[in-house]
């Protein structure tokens, strides 16, 4: 069967300043949690490779634009380092940050690669954590300042804006389940990020459209769908609302329609752990939606009625109202224990068609990590990666069927373009259409699925 895309479909790839771009000598980049994490506990991260020792893109973005075009890509996304351009967090412009990124959206717009951008990628300015980071609502106006300070010095190149990829991961990650720094589990304290987030969106998009730049700007989400364990089963079906209400509407709700959704706010007043609220916000985010989502997707979320006992050792936690289901019989990519379930990416499309307006959209994010990809090196040093191209092929065909039924879903970026590095897992899964040698300077190779991506590119689609 032939699968085609609607007309000038965006394909291209995502990546993050942080993941990607490196540190060196002169680059005036500031500290940020990653920074700083890392000097803490650097074996806390595989193979004790730290956030300096990237892929490099500081010094390489003109080899990696060729290979982006060699690859099809007609957009691609990354992230401003709030911490290289503001090193701070407030306060004086890194000039030689501004310089790095104008080169770099020139070099892609000069090659035919829509530049994508997003202000923030779970990488808050050490001096900013140090007062409590998305805690303390002074990072809100901090964020602002910043998002202004980005569209004026390149808005008038970057049309895509994104306030935040997965605000809900610095929330998971930073203050209940320690994947991010500060590590906390403090419920409370996360209900706070997540609305200081919220606002802080809401009031870079007021900016944005303020300033009239001609462009657009949205958020990218990981809209994780939840599935319940038995659908006949009403407790495991609230269960799993539940969970869709604390992981994927607590930020789809706000950016989509302005509010936050009712069952959240009942749970919060119960826990007695709602944020302040000062007045004007709520009509902030009110009227300051987005005008594209980006959707990230991996994985399900499968979940039953809660089983086990509440852990007594903390607060509140999210999981008090939900188990996970250890489904049996399910795919999984076993290098990242992540379910693959290719029919989620269709259903999140519905979903959004039939209850977020059909909001303009994309996939902004969807992929494979794999470990030890060097065992499929063929004779000619390239990895023969069929399984990545499998994944995408099995993921577009939903994608597709989601945009004959009426989605308004604009492109497809896979993550990533070159291997990067994935916070704590360093370099140990590689995600990219493209390999890089950390061990002999960053040395790019185009896998096989970078080679097939541009002939879906070329061919808006593909026949299966
Ligand atoms: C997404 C993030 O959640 O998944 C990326 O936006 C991340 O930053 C990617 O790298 C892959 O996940 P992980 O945890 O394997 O790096």
């Not at 300015?125 to 980071?133: D, H, R, T, W």
């Not at 004026?152 to 049309?159: I, Q, S, T």
């Not at 303009?360 to 499929?376: A, H, K, L, Q």
């Not at 995408?392 to 989601?402: C, E, G, P």
Request: hydrophobic share 30%; glycine share 8%.
């Amino acid at each position: 069967m032939k699968y085609t895309f609607p007309k000038d479909f965006w394909w291209g790839s995502s990546a993050s300043g942080p993941q990607t771009e490196g540190r060196f000598t002169g680059d005036g980049k500031g500290e940020n949690i990653w920074d700083y994490w890392y000097e803490l506990e650097p074996e806390k991260f595989f193979d004790q490779v730290g956030p300096d020792k990237t892929s490099r893109v500081y010094e390489k973005y003109q080899e990696d634009v060729q290979l982006m075009k060699q690859i099809g890509h007609n957009s691609f996304r990354t992230s401003i380092q709030w911490s290289r351009l503001i090193p701070n967090g407030t306060g004086t412009v890194n000039q030689a940050a501004v310089d790095f990124y104008n080169h770099y959206i020139d070099e892609l717009l000069a090659n035919g690669i829509e530049p994508f951008f997003n202000l923030y990628h779970f990488d808050m300015p050490l001096a900013l954590q140090e007062k409590g980071g998305w805690t303390n609502r002074e990072t809100v106006d901090a964020y602002v300042t910043y998002a202004k300070t980005c569209f004026e010095l390149f808005g008038d190149r970057v049309k895509k804006w994104f306030t935040h990829n997965e605000p809900i991961v610095p929330v998971e990650g930073g203050y209940l389940y320690q994947f991010h720094y500060p590590n906390h589990v403090i419920m409370e304290e996360a209900v706070a990020v997540g609305y200081h987030e919220n606002l802080a969106s809401a009031k870079a998009i007021q900016s944005y459209h303020e300033m009239d730049l001609d462009g657009e700007i949205g958020i990218i989400l990981n809209l994780t769908p939840s599935y319940p364990r038995d659908e006949n089963n009403p407790e495991d079906v609230k269960a799993a609302q539940m969970a869709d209400t604390f992981f994927n509407r607590s930020f789809l709700d706000p950016a989509v329609k302005g509010e936050f959704p009712e069952e959240l706010m009942t749970v919060i007043k119960e826990l007695d752990i709602v944020p302040e609220i000062q007045e004007g916000d709520l009509a902030i985010i009110k009227n300051n939606t987005v005008d594209l989502l980006g959707i990230n997707y991996y994985q399900p979320r499968r979940i039953k009625a809660k089983e086990t006992p509440i852990d007594p050792s903390h607060g509140p936690m999210p999981d008090d109202y939900f188990d996970y289901y250890d489904m049996p019989d399910k795919k999984i990519n076993p290098y990242r224990g992540w379910e693959i379930y290719e029919k989620g990416i269709y259903d999140i499309l519905t979903n959004v068609r039939e209850n977020y307006g059909n909001i303009r959209c994309f996939i902004s994010e969807n992929g494979m990590g794999v470990e030890g990809e060097e065992r499929y090196i063929n004779e000619d040093g390239q990895i023969d990666d069929d399984y990545r191209i499998e994944f995408v092929t099995d993921h577009l065909k939903y994608v597709h069927q989601a945009i004959q039924e009426g989605t308004n879903c604009l492109g497809y970026h896979m993550w990533t373009c070159m291997d990067n590095w994935s916070w704590t897992n360093a370099y140990k899964n590689r995600y990219g259409f493209i390999s890089v040698d950390i061990k002999n300077e960053g040395k790019r190779t185009i896998k096989k699925s970078g080679h097939w991506f541009k002939t879906v590119a070329e061919n808006n689609g593909f026949i299966d």
